[in-house]
């Protein structure tokens, strides 16, 4: 059974850091490419980050330079650390593993950026 589960979200002030993480399990982990969406009200889903299972990343514009993506092949889990925190940061974080054509979502986590 597949399964991947966000954890870590909460509310932060502008300016400040938060790490969420999402642990996987059912998946082909070390060579699945994982990636973070997230989801603002009103809005639809964007793609924030990627990392390969090489190691390789990509990030959005709205979030490069603030925001790294890593993950642990032990731990079959991928964490999105954010920096910086902006309130147009607010939103649902969702993690995603692609392995071939099989792609799986989180539940999501809420991350809310306000002073």
């Known amino acids: 059974q597949v399964q991947l589960v966000e954890s870590g979200g909460g509310l932060v002030q502008p300016g400040e850091s938060l790490t969420i993480s999402c642990t996987t399990s059912g998946i082909s982990f070390n060579i699945a490419a994982m990636g973070w969406y997230r989801q603002a009200p009103g809005k639809q889903r964007e793609w924030v980050a990627t990392i390969l299972s090489g190691g390789l990343t990509n990030y959005a514009d709205s979030v490069k330079g603030r925001f790294t993506i890593s993950r642990n092949s032990a731990r079959q889990t991928v964490y999105l650390q954010m920096n910086s925190l902006k309130p147009e940061d607010t939103a649902v974080y969702y993690c995603?593993?692609?392995?071939?054509?099989?792609?799986?979502w989180g539940q999501g986590t809420q991350v809310t950026v306000s002073s």
């Open positions: 995603k593993s692609e392995v071939g054509r099989a792609d799986y």
